[in-house]
């Protein structure tokens, strides 16, 4: 292959090459953005209105809606437009830019259910000191912790990523995805973001088994509750958390433990597509179907109250 030192441009996989199946992608892509701007706003809407929801739990909750919207929001649009346009390519700079903020609203995601796994550990497991463990200055402080620890995240990853003299500008995925540029490389500086790749994961592990401790710990405290309606009301308000948890890590393993290819996949959208837009679209539900106070709040949002009693009397 010849030698791209100079790419300014990456071509990417189109959906179909069948214009039919390209447009029943787009409008795929489209109900399924919506569904998970909407649900991820009325959330941040609904923490912010109402007064009874400005506690940590919601802050984080707010910062993760917040997080899933920037996720599906670098990817979805620009996939959306070059179906309509017919037109794969995508510029250097614009790759760069993309492979940087996904990173950023993904870590972000994770590290942010971390923290609130702490959250839901200090509220079940210490009560008493709830409020002064989870003040207001240390909810922000954790959030700008993530932030930071997410932006680095994010420029080592694109650094280590970009730093790469490309041999083909060919891309076997729909977006700038890394695995897929690594693959382009001709140089021995893709080993750079495998290290990187290798150093994210141990973090990610590290997460993940402090999250599974600090479970393990709640269930324990949980289940020495003698009232019945006590507990209940300690799992309503982990279970929840719990699932994305679940969702968002297992999503991330089932896309990228699949045997590797050079070839390009018939699988390689849906299995994209399960880990960029159905956690953030599935979070708000998750939330909302077992979180009554969450629900209160939307539904007053909405103004379905007003507008139900508005049809009684009119019967």
């Known amino acids: 292959m010849s030698n791209f030192t ?11 090459e069948v214009q039919e199946l390209q447009i029943l992608y787009f409008f795929l892509f489209l109900a399924l953005y919506l569904t998970s701007i909407t649900g991820n706003l009325l959330i941040i809407a609904a923490v912010a209105l ?14 993760l809606a917040m997080m899933d919207i920037g996720s599906v929001s670098v990817i979805v649009p620009i996939s959306m437009t ?9 510029s250097y700079s614009g790759c760069v830019a993309q492979v940087f903020f996904y990173i950023f609203f993904a870590s972000s995601d994770f590290f942010l259910l971390t923290v609130m796994a702490h959250d839901r550990y200090v509220a079940i497991c210490n009560p008493l000191q709830y409020e002064t463990i989870m003040h207001k200055g240390a909810c922000l ?6 932030w930071i620890s997410s932006l680095l995240c994010a420029m080592l990853h694109t650094c280590g990523t970009f730093a790469n003299t490309f041999c083909s500008n060919a891309v076997n995925q729909f977006f700038c995805e890394i695995p897929k540029l690594l693959k382009l490389s001709c140089s021995d500086f893709y080993l750079v973001e495998v290290g990187v790749i290798v150093l994210g994961s141990f973090m990610g592990l590290g997460c993940f088994i402090f999250i599974i401790i600090t479970y393990i710990q709640i269930f324990s405290t949980v289940l020495r509750i003698p009232s019945a309606h006590g507990k209940k009301k300690a799992f309503s308000t982990c279970l929840p958390h ?21 070839a390009r996949s018939d699988l390689d959208i849906p299995f994209a597509m399960i880990y960029i837009i159905i956690p953030p679209m599935l979070n708000p539900f998750i ?10 709040a939307l539904w007053k949002f909405l103004h379905f109250g007003d507008s139900s009693q508005t049809i009684f009397r009119v019967l």
Request: glycine share 2%.
């Open 242 to 262: 719990l699932t994305v948890v679940s969702m968002f890590t297992f999503s991330g393993l089932f896309a990228y433990t699949r045997p590797p290819t050079n």
């Open 141 to 146: 402080q954790m959030s700008v912790i993530v």
């Open 50 to 63: 109402d007064h009874h929801l400005h506690t940590p739990m919601y802050f984080f909750l707010s910062n």
């Open 287 to 296: 939330y909302c179907m077992r979180n009554k106070e969450l629900k209160t």
């Open 6 to 16: 100079s790419v300014s441009t990456f071509l990417l996989c189109e959906f179909s």
């Open 82 to 90: 070059n179906s309509v346009m017919n037109n794969w390519s995508i």
